[in-house]
């Protein structure tokens, strides 16, 4: 038996249309889109019509079989019918004789104007009684084609092939019309493909018909095997046809080479079969990455544990936490400041062609010392010009900033270095060879990986990304943070504050932080003292609004802790007494589902938990790396005598090449927040500080704010 072709290269998936004419400009559900997952990457594209996706499609499969790649391509419509139908209008039960005689009957124009009323009139006509095929606009019905299934008698045909009788789903090939009509896709995309077909020939197969070994494969793929998956993955705005392409080209594209040789040999071979049908748990095995939903224990403390050391908290925390958005594809134009959910590889390497680094004159190898003449071909090479001519041996050409070098060139002189007369350049040497010139790829290399998962894409990412011929990049989900405040004593600013009442200024400051982070703040307001509110707050949150929640203040211990009380009743609280100043209780638990951090109530304990923990946290869980704060040791600006046990934070600011401290370490002292420009992080033993003593310094940036 021959062995097995080698993998996919290039997975396709398309979301086909029936429609009579061109689709909206503006993308949109009920038309034609088309994912292609290769190299890591998965991109999609919007098509109004049937005619542009085969030309799209016809590009894929002719770049890949000139590279010499393998391309899988799958269609959501039904390649074959019930037994018996390519008999009577076929007259042969082999499916792809009937693909053949569909393709001879079917008009298709380039505007999607199309006949398969018509023809499926015909082919009605061929059976005794009414049927099988029905649905049409009224105006379209007679005695032959009715507009009801129930009109329909005596045709002999069962309603649907024994495959779509395991997917509950599955609408019969029989209806032309309304909701769910696969029918007509089914005419109109099996006479497009019978055309690929005879423009490919003997490198092009179809499963499960033909054996699957050649270097483009036709399958038929339904996205709703994976129906709560692409739910998952959907992108807020994206489109759900949008989505399942991109999803299952994902999973199609996930799966091991040979698992998916298999699964191609599968199925009916005259009535077709759905691609990946039984192995729904290896395709959403292949997806990947998906958020993990965290345990309500994710947070235990195992027994015994009382105060725990910053480092020790970290990292409990970096093991913990995962992702806990979803993915979508964004056009790199709009990825800036998005998490990267895939490696990144390049398309196309940069430069794309050796090119010349100056305005000049190209010629073969360098010259010595000494003068030198060279003759001048009639012609030049400007930037986006293909080199199609060489440049004879011992000649020269102009060739300016960013052109090709054309064959007979690997060297450039700067055009400030020659003279120019009598159709010939002169200069004086030596000139070395190469000079002036880059090397096709000697910045990124094809197929290299630019940009791993996990990074937040810069603008200069962006621009890296364009270069290497990227269009789409796989992000993550915009982790969207709930902030909270409780208590009675709090108001919002502006307005007025009775005596022992306070101005909120954590929500504010918390929402501001998390924007910086990168992150979507979402402001769950200021909730009282009552538990019956809190436990509202949080169900609504939980429920739609937030995919993590912080809360500042109720934290504790204490009678009117709520945020721990509630916790705690809901089984998944733990007290995290950190040794850490300022701050110390950090209630960190789930909330159905939600995890939630329990932030101290003090503005400057607030702000330094949330800069130490939950930003590197919140990260993680958005789907980038774990980032630790950077900072640098410098000369201390002050005098300090520290007692073991605690890590300390200091509010800080760079001075005269010196740290400088806020002059009192009062947590209830605010301005000192808005004074200082980082923080000076003091370690966990006993230490005397004196000025000059090397410390080390944070600055706000980093903490990526």
């Not at 292609?36 to 085969?54: K, L, Q």
């Amino acid at each position: 038996m021959a062995e097995p072709m080698p993998g996919f290269d290039k997975v396709i998936i398309v979301d086909w249309s029936a429609s009579k004419t061109p689709s909206r400009v503006t993308p949109s559900a009920d038309a034609i889109w088309i994912a292609v997952a290769e190299n890591g990457t998965t991109t999609c594209t919007y098509h109004r019509t049937r005619a542009d996706a085969v030309q799209t499609l016809c590009r894929h499969f002719d770049a890949a079989l000139d590279a010499g790649q393998r391309v899988l391509a799958g269609f959501d419509f039904p390649f074959g019918y019930p037994a018996g139908f390519g008999r009577v209008v076929a007259g042969s039960d082999d499916p792809l004789v009937l693909w053949e005689t569909l393709a001879d009957r079917i008009e298709d124009a380039d505007n999607n104007a199309n006949n398969r009323f018509d023809v499926a009139r015909m082919f009605n006509r061929q059976f005794p009684g009414v049927g099988p095929f029905w649905g049409c606009p009224e105006g379209l019905a007679d005695d032959d084609l009715p507009t009801k299934g129930t009109a329909r008698h005596g045709h002999g045909l069962p309603e649907r092939r024994q495959v779509e009788t395991r997917i509950a789903s599955a609408q019969p090939c029989w209806k032309l019309f309304t909701t769910g009509s696969v029918g007509s896709q089914a005419l109109l995309g099996i006479a497009r493909l019978q055309g690929l077909r005879a423009r490919y020939g003997a490198t092009l197969s179809v499963s499960p018909f033909e054996v699957p070994d050649t270097p483009i494969v036709l399958a038929e793929i339904y996205p709703s095997m994976l129906a709560p998956d692409v739910a998952a993955r959907q992108g807020p705005d994206e489109i759900k046809d949008r989505a399942q392409v991109r999803v299952l080209a994902d999973a199609f594209a996930g799966v091991a080479p040979d698992a998916l040789d298999a699964m191609l040999r599968e199925g009916d071979r005259t009535e077709g079969w759905i691609l990946g049908l039984g192995h729904e748990d290896v395709l959403r095995a292949a997806l990947g990455d998906a958020p993990v939903p965290l345990r309500n224990d994710c947070f235990a403390l195992p027994p015994g544990v009382d105060w725990t050391p910053v480092d020790t908290a970290l990292a409990d925390l970096r093991a913990r936490l995962g992702p806990v958005v979803g993915q979508a594809d964004v056009a790199v134009a709009d990825a800036l400041g998005r998490v990267l959910a895939r490696d990144v590889v390049a398309r196309r390497a940069h430069p794309p062609l050796a090119n010349t680094a100056v305005d000049g004159y190209g010629f073969m190898n360098g010259r010595g010392p000494g003068p030198h003449q060279i003759s001048l071909v009639a012609a030049d090479m400007a930037a986006g010009a293909v080199p199609d001519t060489a440049v004879p041996a011992g000649t020269a050409i102009r060739i300016l900033t960013g052109a090709a070098l054309p064959p007979g060139v690997d060297t450039v002189i700067l055009q400030e270095d020659v003279s120019v007369a009598d159709g010939a350049i002169r200069f004086v040497g030596p000139i070395r060879q190469g000079a002036n010139t880059r090397k096709a790829g000697e910045d990124v290399q094809e197929g290299a990986v630019v940009l791993s998962r996990g990074r937040r894409l810069t603008a200069a990412d962006l621009a890296l990304l364009s270069a290497v011929g990227v269009a789409e990049v796989a992000v993550h989900a915009q982790l969207r943070v709930g902030v909270l405040s409780t208590g009675d004593e709090l108001v919002p600013a502006g307005a007025v504050a009775r005596p022992g009442q306070i101005h909120d200024a954590n929500r504010p400051m918390l929402m501001g932080l998390i924007a910086q982070m990168g992150h979507v703040p979402v402001d769950l307001g200021c909730v009282p003292d009552d538990r019956a509110a809190l436990r509202a707050r949080l169900d609504a949150a939980a429920g739609a609004q937030a995919d993590v929640i912080l809360t500042s203040g109720g934290a504790s211990a204490g009678d009117h802790d709520h945020v721990s009380a509630l916790l705690t009743e809901a089984g998944a609280m733990a007290l995290w007494r950190i040794a850490i100043k300022p701050g110390r209780p950090l209630a960190l638990g789930m909330w159905q589902g939600v995890p939630v951090f329990g932030l101290p109530g003090n503005p400057v304990a607030a702000m330094v938990c949330t800069l130490v923990f939950a930003g590197p946290a919140l990260a993680q869980m958005a789907g980038a790396a774990w980032r630790a704060p950077q900072g640098f040791d410098v000369p201390a600006g002050f005098t300090k005598s520290k007692k073991a046990g605690r890590r300390e934070y200091l509010r800080a600011r760079m001075r005269d090449g010196r740290a400088e401290v806020f002059a009192s370490e009062g947590s209830g002292r605010i301005s000192g927040l808005s004074w200082a420009e980082g923080l000076v992080e003091l370690p966990d033993a006993a230490a005397e500080i004196a000025p000059g003593d090397p410390v080390r310094f944070i600055p706000w940036g980093g903490f990526g704010i």
